[in-house]
């Protein structure tokens, strides 16, 4: 008789993912689920992509790239279950922005969903907001806050890095240096 699988030893899969793949499938014929369903979970598969699973918009882009590789696969079969694939992408891929060694805990919703709530508490203290910056700024004071109760996380020089350059990037976009009123030199700067 099998031994049964405890909860240990399942797979982690985080519920956003696992409920897209139970919305994608179900759009899918009987005998194309097995297929559909092993290329849907192929494309969450970090360990084929070797030295390019370094966190950040890399990986996602490469992770992204699988989706347009699935939708070409399965788009002129099931153009419904591509298209709810499609329409989710983003969302599916956010936690690939952060240390490797986060995305077993930040995948998942219960962080995230507590973290939600303590912002809207503080928001509806606060009621308005100056600017971008200083709701950027307060949404981060509440995940610092709440990241140091949070267990499981191994925090890194790499991963503290990693999450800095984020909180940058979130405060300070680039910016073009040098603006021009010419339409046309402006075009091509912006696709340089």
């Excluded at 793949?21 to 689920?33: C, E, F, I, M, P």
């Excluded at 370094?54 to 996602?60: F, H, I, K």
């Excluded at 995940?143 to 925090?155: E, H, I, K, N, P």
Aim: hydrophobic share 40%; aromatic share 8%.
């Amino acid at each position: 008789m099998p031994q049964r699988q405890t909860t240990a030893t399942r797979r982690q899969v985080d519920p956003l993912r696992l409920h897209r793949a139970r919305n994608v499938l179900a759009k899918v014929s009987a005998g194309d689920q097995a297929a559909v369903k092993a290329a849907y979970w192929n494309i969450f598969d970090l360990t084929e992509l070797g030295d390019d699973a370094t966190p950040g918009q890399q990986l996602v882009d490469s992770v992204q790239r699988r989706i347009d590789a699935f939708a070409e696969t399965w788009g002129g079969r099931y153009p419904a279950a591509v298209k709810c694939l499609l329409s989710d992408r983003q969302s599916l891929t956010t936690y690939l922005r952060f240390p490797l060694e986060h995305h077993k805990r930040v995948r998942h919703s219960n962080f995230i969903e507590r973290t939600f709530g303590e912002t809207r508490r503080r928001v509806k203290v606060i009621g308005r907001f100056p600017g971008e910056t200083s709701c950027v700024s307060l949404v981060w004071a509440v995940l610092d806050r709440a990241s140091r109760g949070w267990r499981g996380f191994t925090m890194t020089s790499k991963g503290l890095r990693i999450l800095q350059d984020l909180r940058r990037a979130l405060l300070h976009p680039p910016t073009q240096l040098h603006p021009t009123d010419d339409p046309a030199l402006a075009s091509v700067t912006e696709a340089a």
